[in-house]
């Protein structure tokens, strides 16, 4: 994209405030006022089909109730023109959208959705204004998602009461994560007077204190076009937006007088440190549990200047390992890893700079805020390397130019970076657009004390500093669950028979909502119609040289490449092959032949923008106990650095060292640490794992490799590496696993734009050929066929549950794998939805087809309740076979499954994808065939492979749950035949 076109263009309720071009982003900001109430859009005007549209609120609270967060939820269940139960929901299974959520931030609450479907684009904005400004907060929609209490005998007033609400339970299981619970515990200390003192998502012991008038003033006061902020993305054009702005919503409103805006944080005159319990439900030791986190309360992040100062004084204290500062951490005994909270917190009003320890003893924290201080102090006084601050201005300027969208669509990424600085009211394009601040900092480190100077006044001089302490506490949830049980017998010994019937009745009735469908017709939807007949198939290249395979892509990369070698995965044995995680990690975190590792990341930060090996491995498209493997060391970096790129890569697997014994303890803590920490994020794709794990070869593997047996595993792996034979022993299992991946035969694959992929084609093909050998011909993995039901129990430090049942069955290349496919969506969308979530209280709960192992999976996510969701996920299964079944619910699963299947990615993402399809055996041609194989579905088909797959007597299944939970289950765990295993 050379230009953007049309030039702007405003509607008549809008004034064009200015324009602003970003080469270096392919894009143009236009900014806008609408003339009436002040509300700001800002179109991002781009080369793009993929249109990205956000609205968001300033929601600024001043307690921790969560009503920012419940307001999100309960907005989203009915509306003036659309007053049916639950649209959102029924949006997500209408609609071919690429992305679709909504999200509360600590000040701010965002709607946003992308699509490639105009049609699409057009009825979800229309729900979506409508939703946001003239939602109708039904009493039962806040019961629902936010907090009501009931009897635990429904219908029964002589039964104990329990809180109940999905934002109630969703902060419970936050409350497991000991990351967001550090967070949270310095943001309350660091602000003690600002709305960040408080939890936006809401403390359960609070959520109850929330009333319905509260939410609906807060909505008053916060949800109106005065307060709002629109963002758009992509090729429609920006008056086209703001016509449908108008008509649907903005000119209903009159402008607000107030202006909704976070205050500066009053400032400490000295440093504090504070003592907190965090809620360990782990029966065993609690030495080295103790997290230490040391956080500074910076300047304004709406001050460009200020701004720039923190990220640059963050990148050379914590970019990488050799980073004095994140170098200090990793290495220190006072702690196992540094903490999941280094680095800087930039998109509130004024900044926070973190760092810390976890795994240490709360007596440690003077000798941490020491460590710390004195590396600190050794920077102001010494400065750094000109070389490391030309490393940090390579970064910053790769990733700007970078092309992402493999996670969230690129648009919403880009606007997501700006709407920090438009909720402060400040300017969001110059955080966008970095060639002229990367030019200034060019120019101020070439002052050799600029560094020094900001190091001495951002954080030595800087007396608002907090040091956090939180120690494990085995009690702390068995008190809060008694704290709720007294506060619920109290409640209940104060109500009167009308009130106990009130309780009842309010029960009833939300029963009787939730079994309600309602007049779907009224929501605008896309049809089978709509699906575009074919996907667009990549353009590649094939060369060879010495009998070296080089495959390229000529992609819009924006400058960047990005290169990969591949060979397929050698024979290994069962032990060694659950080292390989750690083998990929390690492979470019280690010295290379006279360099140490430090001396090599600073290599890496001045060449490329990463650097990392994984495997990958997939069934056989029509034998699930077939398997192929492939190891891949991959690389982006700025086409300028092509060939220093493609030299880091041979060096890292030619001369790479295992001898950095220190190093390599430390790797693996930190592997321990981060994996311990994915259980409360992850809870449900764990359980799915180990649910699925006896249904193939593959799923077998995945659950050693990244699943709950391979955190287990890793976490005894950690503590035998004290000794050090066990060490040496592991050395050489590296050794080893190094030896027999680079004797097997490589091929090449590089992606770039029109003007590099030549250059980079002949650079990699010169390079690799003179050390490559194609002709190696080492033993290829395999793995054992395995068909077996798993039924598993894991106690893990958690106050919600993750359950999952499994079901074997068929690859992609079966012809039921299709209808298998929908029936995920089917009975999501039909069932599971509505028990799970509405009537369960989990935050999310659903069902999916598996055709890489060969299984269908039920899930749920954090979940108060588990026998009953088990029995739920039972009851899904009749509920199919049984039930009548409409034509409009199976095309909204079809549409669900093409939306899936079409989602775009990045120009880069899109060529790895193609890539590794082809080399997986999946063609063009196998994938269209199974799209149209979606498409054609019937509900018959449905029933057939529900009742032919789904048989109970076949069933695996797995929890994830507290002691506490499995203690109270009782004779339950072996009447389920689950076998107890601890994490």
């Not at 926070?352 to 102001?380: K, N, R, Y």
């Not at 997501?416 to 009211?425: E, I, K, N, V």
């Not at 790797?667 to 920490?677: I, P, Y």
């Not at 739920?872 to 509920?879: C, E, L, N, Q, S």
Request: charged share 20%; hydrophobic share 40%.
């Amino acid at each position: 994209m050379n230009q953007i076109t049309p030039a702007a263009v405003s509607h008549a309720a809008f004034r064009l405030l200015r324009s602003h071009e970003i080469e270096s982003l392919q894009l143009r900001v236009d900014q806008y006022q609408h003339q009436v109430t002040g509300a700001m859009h800002y179109h991002l005007a781009a080369d793009s089909s993929e249109n990205v549209f956000l609205v968001a609120l300033r929601t600024v609270p001043t307690d921790s109730t969560g009503v920012a967060h419940i307001l999100e939820h309960t907005a989203l269940c009915g509306s003036e023109r659309y007053p049916v139960r639950d649209p959102f929901f029924m949006m997500l299974r209408r609609s071919l959208n690429t992305f679709m959520n909504a999200f509360t931030s600590s000040d701010w609450t965002a709607y946003p959705f992308a699509s490639q479907n105009r049609k699409d684009f057009a009825n979800l904005l229309d729900v979506y204004l409508d939703a946001v400004f003239f939602s109708r907060l039904d009493p039962l929609d806040f019961a629902q998602e936010g907090h009501r209490v009931e009897f635990a005998e429904p219908g029964n007033p002589d039964s104990e009461l329990v809180f109940k609400g999905v934002v109630f339970n969703e902060m419970k299981g936050a409350r497991s994560s000991v990351p967001s619970t550090l967070w949270q515990t310095l943001c309350e200390h660091l602000f003690p007077t600002t709305t960040y003192h408080y939890d936006s998502g809401g403390d359960p012991e609070q959520i109850p204190d929330l009333s319905y008038a509260q939410l609906k003033a807060f909505y008053q006061s916060h949800y109106h076009p005065s307060n709002a902020i629109f963002m758009t993305f992509g090729d429609i054009p920006a008056h086209e937006h703001q016509a449908v702005f108008e008509d649907l919503a903005l000119q209903h409103f009159q402008r607000l007088p107030e202006r909704i805006e976070v205050p500066l944080e009053r400032r400490y005159s000295e440093p504090r440190r504070v003592e907190r319990p965090y809620a360990l439900d782990d029966s065993g030791d609690t030495a080295r549990k103790t997290h230490i986190v040391i956080g500074w309360l910076l300047g304004e992040s709406t001050d460009l200047q200020q701004l720039l100062e923190a990220q640059l004084l963050t990148s050379v204290l914590l970019d990488n390992s050799a980073s004095p500062l994140m170098h200090a951490l990793e290495t220190t005994t006072l702690g196992q890893a540094p903490s999941p909270l280094c680095g800087l917190e930039d998109s509130q009003r004024e900044m926070v700079f973190s760092c810390g320890i976890e795994g240490g003893e709360a007596d440690s924290a003077d000798a941490l805020e020491a460590l710390v201080l004195g590396v600190i102090e050794t920077v102001a006084r010494e400065g750094v390397a000109p070389a490391q601050l030309e490393a940090v201005l390579h970064q910053l300027e790769l990733h700007q130019r970078e092309i992402s969208g493999d996670g969230f669509p690129y648009g919403l990424q880009i606007i997501l970076q700006a709407l920090s600085p438009a909720t402060h009211h400040a300017d969001p394009v110059t955080v966008l657009d970095l060639d002229p601040v990367l030019a200034t900092l060019q120019e101020n480190i070439r002052n050799p004390d600029y560094i020094k100077e900001l190091a001495r006044r951002l954080l030595l001089d800087n007396p608002h500093r907090v040091t956090l302490v939180m120690t494990p506490d085995t009690g702390l949830s068995a008190r809060r669950l008694a704290a709720e049980a007294e506060r619920l017998a109290a409640l209940k010994a104060g109500m009167s028979e009308v009130d106990k019937q009130g309780v009842i009745e309010l029960a009833q009735k939300l029963e009787q909502r939730q079994q309600q469908t309602g007049d779907m017709s009224i929501l605008p939807k896309v049809t089978l119609a709509d699906v575009p007949a074919s996907l667009p198939e990549l353009e590649f290249r094939e060369q060879q040289q010495d009998g070296l395979t080089l495959t390229t892509y000529r992609q819009g990369t924006n400058g960047l490449v990005y290169q990969q070698l591949v060979s397929p995965l050698p024979a290994l044995d069962t032990a060694t092959i659950g080292l390989l995680p750690l083998y990929t990690r390690v492979l470019t975190e280690v010295g290379l032949g006279s360099e140490d590792y430090l001396a090599v990341q600073h290599r890496q930060a001045a060449t490329v923008g990463s650097i990392g090996a994984a495997t990958s491995l997939r069934s056989a498209v029509d034998d699930e106990q077939q398997l192929q493997g492939y190891f891949t060391l991959s690389s982006k970096a700025l086409a300028r650095n092509s060939e220093a790129q493609i030299a880091l890569m041979q060096d890292s697997l030619q001369r790479v060292r295992f001898d950095e014994r220190g190093r390599l303890r430390e790797l693996v803590a930190q592997a321990r640490a981060r994996r311990e920490q994915s259980v409360t994020g992850n809870g449900h794709g764990l359980a799915m794992t180990a649910a699925s794990a006896g249904m193939s070869p593959l799923a077998r593997i995945n659950n050693q490799l990244g699943g709950l047996e391979g955190i287990r595993s890793l976490k005894a792996l950690d503590d035998s590496l004290a000794s050090d034979s066990s060490l040496q022993d592991f050395i050489g299992c590296l050794q080893d696993i190094h030896r027999a991946v680079t004797g097997m035969p490589p091929q090449l694959l590089a992606i770039a734009d029109e003007h590099a992929i030549d250059a980079v084609s002949r650079q990699a093909l010169s390079a690799w050929g003179a050390t490559a050998h194609p002709d190696s011909s080492g033993t290829p993995f395999s793995a054992e066929p395995v068909r077996e039901a798993r039924r598993e129990l894991w106690i893990a430090n958690t106050q919600v549950n993750f359950c999952a049942r499994a079901y074997p069955t068929v690859p992609v290349g079966h012809p039921d794998a299709a209808a298998l496919t929908v029936l995920g969506g089917f009975m999501r969308n039909g069932f599971l939805h509505r028990s799970i979530r509405e009537q369960g209280g989990a935050y999310g709960g659903g069902a999916s087809q598996d055709s890489g192992i060969a299984a269908f999976r039920f899930y749920s996510y954090r979940d108060p309740r588990l026998l009953d969701t088990l029995a739920d996920f039972d009851r899904a299964i009749a509920w199919m076979l049984e039930s009548r079944h409409q034509d409009s619910a199976l095309e909204e699963a079809v549409l669900g499954v093409i939306g899936s299947l079409d989602k775009p990615a990045s120009p880069a993402g899109e060529a790895r994808q193609h890539f590794y399809q082809r080399l997986f055996g999946r063609s063009h041609e196998q994938r269209e065939a199974f799209r149209r194989a979606i498409l054609g579905v019937t509900l018959e088909d449905l029933r057939q492979v529900c009742d032919r797959y789904l048989d109970p007597a076949r069933a695996s299944t797995a929890v994830v749950t507290s002691r506490k939970q499995q203690q109270a289950l009782g004779s339950a765990v072996s009447e389920l035949g689950l076998k107890i295993e601890v994490l």
